[in-house]
């Protein structure tokens, strides 16, 4: 008997993936997928088709289904390519420039010709009134109301669709925004207005006033989106309520998505990362690095007791090849992972210096791979892959498409190999090394920023790449333990279904631990856990949840700060010295020492409360079997050491759980292959997933 | 050598530069200054055993970066590799063996492996006070500047020399910032020295011999192969600054050759009597890097892609200023090198440079509090820069870039952060109209920035302003940007002096308008588009439309 029917939709640039899961009872899952092309111009076409073919699959009609979650890229496309509303920001007189200026430098010091992010509002839609708080709040000028009256007739000759409200200081003192907010909607209901005290509370005029216009610019499509997939779903019989992925890792209600579309951007990577987070816990993996590598990029994001890392900084529409700073910032909840132009179909070249380089150009889906036949002559990793012997030419994405051998070694030979005077197989080698190092080099940087290691810590390798390039990454980045799950290929979608009803509220107080203002830090904290309970309640049907509080604190002076958790009840004075110890050890964990005489401020304070995450039965315990005999040998060349060897290839849907092979050999499914490494053994677990281990040297 | 050393060894310098940006990382993370942690007023690096430099994180700003590479031999011959251990540093403020002013502290930390020195990393950063005159052009001499550190030990073994830190705390207004500073600083070091370790034991490695040897023989062939892409000749070009008590004239004469390119700075101005003379490292450094910037901007720093630069500066001219001359504020001047050595290149390649910028910071110290009006001060003492900049100059194919910071490195930081550190209040920060020098590609606008101190009370700019009477010159037929203004919000339009110490009266906002960049081409042949898109959008008047464009 069904209880519980749940769907997960996650629109991506190529593909549209859905999840659906059907519960029977505690012990019993049963999932279906679906795979349909992504329909840019009505993406919910794509998601409502999608539906359509898994319920078909799964013998069950649009009303069986309990709940139905959805994520999307339709918000990051928008901003990156420019097809958002006509905003205009409403700012303070005299700062009408900071969307342009932002902090006034160059994201790449010696080129020349870089260009800078145009702001989402044009210069003359950006219109300054007079107003003017200082850092404390106080009015030092009122907001001149007929000044700001005076600009509706400006704000309706340009048709103005959206608008965004930034004043200075006005995440301490929300008034004249909400008074100016109030006016707005007298002058022009029906206007979606963004305020920056509500989109993004919290200090750093650019950034904040940045995520109100992209909150502004997105809104009229997000919602008129969200409105036609609802009642598309609601047309096909579905009764069961909509949830929206939020950036963040929680999920929330249509009414909450629609007025902080925002939120939603990196939806489908923060699935990925709840799906690593999942496959965690199933395993009991306290310490794991997620890593997905697909056609253009590859993420990594840090997962520490089954929860991955929250971050509040963002960049979005980057201009420059993947650059720090190119892009338009955003200060919202996201989960912190690092994204990287690394996947199979980045690019390789040889730069000035005679170095191979790799990415952040990709070859995309058309033309494609030199090997895919399509006219492309410049060697993607893919091609390199295949001259490593890591592909079968006819079995390749399930043999949909056959590769051409002869292509990928034109285009290494021609763009690599004669440079260096190396032949193609050592050519595809030194491709794949520089891009193996990219993404380790990328996970090193990441665990650095966030004081962790890798000592002890697993991979959960997933997307095209990730189980082909896992052994070879974990190697150097000191891993010897990487898991390939099943269901990769949908991993954001799978994800989406674990997530938790979830909200975050981050605002800014500063006070300093010398003179703690215990009573606003209260009433603050208390009206931020009212605020997140009740966007969690709309969509938690009495579900039980936690919460979580967290400081943002630093020594006074310093620029960086560290998240230290707090106790979610009133604080007491005793409780200020205990904090303070907190952030003291933190602080050393980072930088090996907390610095004497320092006294310790907080900036700004987060409150997340979430519906508790399901209970995961642990996995089955399997005997050891022996391993499927392989479907035959390929010649593979190993990157580590350069030898080339008659590698085993083993078909994974041969394997039973238990079963084990040893590397060096290939284990084969239709979207990806996983390559076990010499020094390597793989065995398939209970659950199905596959788990490489390195023998100690 | 096979195949596999060769990768291995392509492997190995990328790893070294991602070593050192996690060593700059570590830093901006770390760090109490806001100089270096919102602004990024810092370098770091790794060397050799001969004080070479073999990589350098790209996080930092030219003038530190190529100042710092000079800068490692100079601890070498004071405290020599076999005499260092583990869990040493060494630290230096001083203006000619590190990066030109006492603001900046350079550290240098052996590494080691398998218990041998292997290597030394070394950083830079600009702390926000050292004591003395505070940042500003008024000293007379280095000694009036600041607490002046020789080279010294301040961590023996891993024990922190703690009659150097008593010093240091004495010697400062903000003991705790800078005190912390360098902790941030040593501990930066350790973290580029334990990834380093990492990857020795990850290749095996037992030296960087090797490792360096194969980076300065690629580094050098390929800037030698991008100089051999100009042509062979010699052109000159010159450029004024207000200067201090004088305007200050900046001459170059660029030779390229064969085995390099040299440039001979003669006649150019004798030194100042105030803190805008410029070391000689400076003066290479930010030579080098705007040669660079055009020549080949795609090859890493190091100490051989920067060999081929050869400088000749005069002694006694302001680019060669002897200790103890001032030299606190040398980037006035020391920033507007890239533009001069831009005028020689264009003599070279014509489509490959920028018309001239705004080029200098226009970074005003703000002081205030009883150290400026004594026991009628009516806000608590305050001691503060921001980092800002006007309008870079135009380039070939594309507009100059709007209030944005070159050649520095640097960024702002936000008005929001400056007002919760500092009793200030900025009342405007926006682009400047009519600033960006006309043209086919047109400079990028300057800023107008309006400030006054919490209730309008009184206090004081440390002036170090340029290109005020000498605006940013376009080329190739565009006009000049705008020059500055440095003033008073009073009725009359007082003007201030662009350098040196003068108060802002109670009742009084501080005015700056900082440069546009220079244009270039002839504005006539400007797409109509762009022009009516800057008058839309309130950045160029009618009048200036027409009188520039003929629109």
Known sequence: MVSDVRLAADIGGTFTDVALEARTGEEHHQRWTAKVLTTPRAPEQGVLEGVRVVLEKAGLAAGDLSLVIHGTTLATNALIERKGARTALITTEGFRDVLALGNESRYDQYDLNISLPEPLVPRRWRLPVPERLDNTGKVLRPLDEAALRALVPVLRKESIEAIAVGFLHAFVNPAHERRAAAILAEELPGIPVSLSSEVSPEMREWERFSTTAANAYVQPLMASYLGRLEDGLRAMGMTAPL??????????TIATAARFPIRLVESGPAGGAIFSAHVARQRGLSHVLSFDMGGTTAKVCLIDNFAPQASRTFEVARVGRFRKGSGLPLRIPVIEMVEIGAGGGSLAHLDSLGRIQVGPESAGADPGPACYGRGGTSPAVTDANLLLGRYDPESFAGGSLRLDVKASEAAVTTNVGQGLGLEPGMAALGIVEVVDENMANAARVHAIESAKSYEGRAIIAFGGGGPVHGCRVAEKIGVDRILVPSGAGVGSAIGFLRAPVAYEVVRSLYTRFASFDLVGVNALLADMAAEASSVVAQGSFGAETT?????????????????????????????????????????????????????????????TVATVIEKVLPAAEVTDAPGPAPIRTQRVRDTASGQVADWAIYDRTAMAPGAVVTGPCIVAEAETSTLVGPGWTCRMDGLGYLELVKEAA | MDAMQAINRQIQWNRLIAVVEEQAQTMIRTAFSTTVREAGDLSAGIFDLQGRMMAQAVTGTPGHVNSMAESVGHFLAKFPAHIMKPGDHYITNDPWLGTGHLHDLTVVTPAFHDGKIIGLFANTAHIIDIGGLGMGPEGRSVFEEGLYIPIVKCFDEGRANETFFDILRAGSRTPVELEGDVYSLCACNDAGARRLAEMMAEYRMDSLDDLANFIFESSLRATLSEIAKLPLGRHSAEIRSDGYEAPVTLKAAMEVKEDGIEVDFAGTSGLSTRGINVPPAYCRAYSCFGIKCVVAPEIPNNWASLLPFRMSIPEGCILNAPRPYPVSVRHVVGQLLPDLMMGCLEGFVPDRVNAEGSSALWNPPLRGGAQVSGQAAEVDDFEIITFNSGGTGARPGKDGLDGIAFPSGVRTMPVEATENVAPVIFWRKELRPDSAGPGRTRGGFGQIMEISAKNDAEFAVNAIFDRVANPPKGRQGGGNGAGGWVGLNDPNGTVLRTKGFQIVPKGRHLVLKLPGGGGMGDPRTRDRALVERDVADGLLTPEAARREYGY
């Open chain 1, 547 to 607: 919460e979580a509080r967290i400081a943002y604190m630093r020594y006074v002076g310093q620029g960086h700060e560290i998240a230290v958790p707090l106790p979610t009840r009133e604080l007491t004075s005793e409780d200020v010295a205990s904090i303070r110890a907190a952030y003291d050890a933190e602080y050393a964990r980072f930088y090996d020492r907390p610095v004497p005489g320092s006294d310790v401020e907080v900036l700004s304070f987060a409150v």
């Open chain 1, 243 to 252: 949830f929206l992925m939020l950036s963040g890792g929680g999920l929330t």
